[in-house]
């Protein structure tokens, strides 16, 4: 069993940063790849980035390439999510994924745990 806990949302102006974090325990963190997705109401989870098990390769979304950078610590089982120049379109609760396996994938069907989740509100 996989634990997600992120941390690190809130309200932020058009044009500012938050940096969200995702704490893991249960299983091999440095093994896997990890995964952001954001979901607003009334619409499917949508990837945003990922990183591979050992940090080495990332893969990002169109809509979020150039802004939002993905890294990890496996020393602190911890992945983050660099948010910068943030637009009012990123608004949405993002949520933490654990990878089935080791590379930067961009399907739902690719992970198999997930976090809560955390709210990121961009006001114009």
């Known amino acids: 069993q996989v634990q997600l806990v992120e941390s690190g949302g809130g309200l932020v102006q058009a044009g500012g940063s938050l940096r969200l974090s995702c704490a893991a325990s249960g299983r091999a963190f440095s093994s896997v790849a990890m995964g952001w997705f954001r979901q607003v109401p009334g619409k499917e989870r949508e990837f945003a980035a990922a990183?591979?098990?050992?940090?080495?390769?990332?893969s990002y979304a169109d809509s979020v390439k150039g802004r939002f950078t993905i890294s990890r610590n496996n020393a602190k089982n911890t992945v983050y999510l660099q948010m910068d120049s943030l637009e009012p379109e990123d608004t949405a609760v993002y949520y933490c994924?654990?990878?089935?396996?080791?590379?930067?994938?961009?399907?739902?069907?690719?992970?198999?745990?997930w976090g809560q989740g955390t709210q990121v509100t961009v006001s114009s």
């Open positions: 994924a654990s990878g089935r396996t080791g590379g930067p994938r961009s399907d739902y069907s690719d992970y198999d745990y």
């Open positions: 990183i591979s098990w050992s940090g080495r390769f990332t």
